[in-house]
């Protein structure tokens, strides 16, 4: 089944503590981002990559870290998790070469207390 | 800067009825138009793309329209049901890049 899967999908932390969030997708899709949501904010994209090797910002990067060493993985870094990243976080992928569906994974939720 | 805007923000009506999810944004130099659901504490499901040089998509009870010039799009849902309960998000991507701008969204309550 073609999905994007992410792990953990619950997690709460504290501030300060380092924690990576991973995402897979297995459809060898080219692009990947990372997105939070927020209430009255909407979806905002955080990171996002278009191959592997290839990572740029996206609205609001700040604080946040991302690798692309295989095509299939994008793992989102938090060196330093502060309150202000409690949120609710969906990895993304679509292919390359032309319009095309974006698909999402199931989110994680992410309280840091 | 593209903003995206999703009027009414909530809407609720009678099972069977059919129904017109309006999006907006300032941008028109848009790549494409990709319509989501939503469901609560799950991720989003994407139901229909829109590329730029189309005026329209249509996938079973779902169809959607692009007009550019105007910067509009629209969600027609037809005969709806109670499953189709959910939050649907328009997002216009801008570019080859990877970005969605997100509007917040229309909350849809179909009563049985």
């Known amino acids: 089944e073609a999905q994007v899967t992410q792990n953990p999908r619950y997690l709460i932390t504290v501030t300060g503590k380092k924690l990576t969030v991973t995402c897979s997708q297995n459809?060898?899709?080219?692009?990947m981002s990372w997105y939070r949501q927020d209430p009255g904010l909407g979806l905002r994209q955080i990171y996002y990559s278009m191959n592997v090797e290839v990572t740029d910002k996206g609205d609001v990067p700040e604080g946040y870290k991302v690798s692309r060493k295989e095509k299939r993985n994008f793992p989102l870094i938090l060196e330093s998790p502060s309150p202000n990243q409690t949120s609710l976080y969906f990895c993304a992928s679509r292919r390359a070469g032309g319009p095309s569906e974006q698909y999402f994974g199931p989110g994680t939720r992410l309280t840091v207390t | 800067k593209q903003e995206v805007t999703q009027i009414p923000a909530a809407l609720s009506v009678p099972e069977g009825e059919n129904l017109v999810l309006n999006c907006s944004f300032t941008d028109s130099a848009i790549y494409n138009l990709q319509w989501f659901r939503q469901d609560p504490g799950k991720g989003l499901t994407s139901l229909l793309l829109i590329q730029s040089s189309q005026r329209e998509q249509t996938s079973g009870r779902l169809n959607a329209s692009l007009d550019k010039s105007s910067g509009r799009s629209t969600l027609y849902i037809a005969a709806s049901q109670p499953g189709d309960s959910a939050t649907y998000l328009c997002?216009?991507?801008?570019?080859?890049?990877?970005?969605?701008?997100f509007g917040t969204g229309t909350l849809l309550a179909v009563q049985p």
């Open positions: 997002a216009a991507v801008r570019g080859a890049t990877n970005k969605l701008i």
């Open positions: 459809m060898n899709h080219e692009y």
